[in-house]
């Protein structure tokens, strides 16, 4: 007699703090920087340049703003599924205090679970990603509006892949 085996059970995701270093390599995080910026309108306001060129032109596209309201995850979160848009960044900006998590992978071929990265804004923070760079769709722990710029064309841009062993994304690590 042959018992059934047991399925594994998915490795645990944690995210970390969403800083510019650790994010360098899929994209921009969008954040106020320490630096004075430019003042602008008579002295009334500062300009801060973040991210100089959102690449959403490739081959015919243009930019296109979107409101994402999206209600918050109940956590853990099973990881099974990713995109990627190969010709264009996509950003993602809360309107107002509200944290999200981003989970990523290197831009390349169909990311293994052991490629993902997870992080976790502050309430404040926005990203870029880099076109190209793996993702999971938005994970709101608040839930809110999120403001969306990403490319448009007539063709779609989203490749999707499939990991082979799912990933349980928690905020918190087991003590």
């Given at each position: 007699?042959?018992?059934?085996?047991?399925?594994?059970?998915?490795?645990?995701?944690?995210?970390?703090?969403?800083?510019?270093?650790?994010?360098?390599?899929?994209?921009?995080?969008?954040?106020?920087?320490?630096?004075?910026?430019?003042?602008?309108?008579?002295?009334?306001?500062?300009?801060?340049?973040?991210?100089?060129?959102?690449?959403?032109?490739?081959?015919?596209g243009?930019?296109?703003?979107a409101?994402?309201?999206?209600l918050?995850?109940?956590f853990?979160?099973?990881?099974?599924e990713?995109?990627?848009?190969?010709?264009?960044?996509?950003?993602?900006?809360?309107?107002?205090?509200r944290?999200?998590?981003?989970?990523?992978?290197?831009?390349?071929?169909?990311?293994?679970?052991t490629?993902?990265?997870?992080?976790?804004?502050?309430?404040?923070?926005?990203?870029?990603?880099?076109?190209?760079?793996?993702?999971?769709?938005?994970?709101?722990v608040d839930?809110?509006?999120?403001?969306?710029?990403?490319?448009a064309a007539?063709?779609?841009?989203?490749d999707?892949?499939?990991?082979?062993?799912?990933?349980?994304?928690?905020?918190?690590?087991?003590a």
């Amino acid at each position: 007699m042959h018992a059934d085996p047991v399925p594994p059970t998915p490795s645990l995701l944690v995210p970390q703090p969403l800083t510019t270093a650790a994010f360098a390599p899929y994209g921009t995080v969008l954040e106020a920087p320490e630096t004075p910026g430019q003042s602008i309108n008579a002295g009334n306001a500062r300009r801060f340049d973040l991210v100089d060129d959102l690449q959403l032109n490739a081959a015919g596209g243009h930019a296109l703003l979107a409101l994402f309201r999206a209600l918050p995850r109940s956590f853990p979160v099973p990881v099974r599924e990713l995109e990627r848009h190969v010709l264009g960044s996509q950003s993602f900006v809360p309107l107002g205090e509200r944290r999200f998590v981003i989970v990523v992978a290197p831009a390349g071929p169909a990311p293994a679970a052991t490629a993902l990265r997870a992080f976790i804004t502050n309430g404040q923070q926005g990203v870029t990603l880099h076109p190209g760079t793996w993702h999971h769709a938005l994970l709101a722990v608040d839930g809110g509006d999120f403001i969306v710029l990403e490319r448009a064309a007539e063709a779609v841009d989203c490749d999707l892949a499939t990991l082979e062993r799912a990933l349980s994304l928690i905020l918190h690590p087991q003590a």
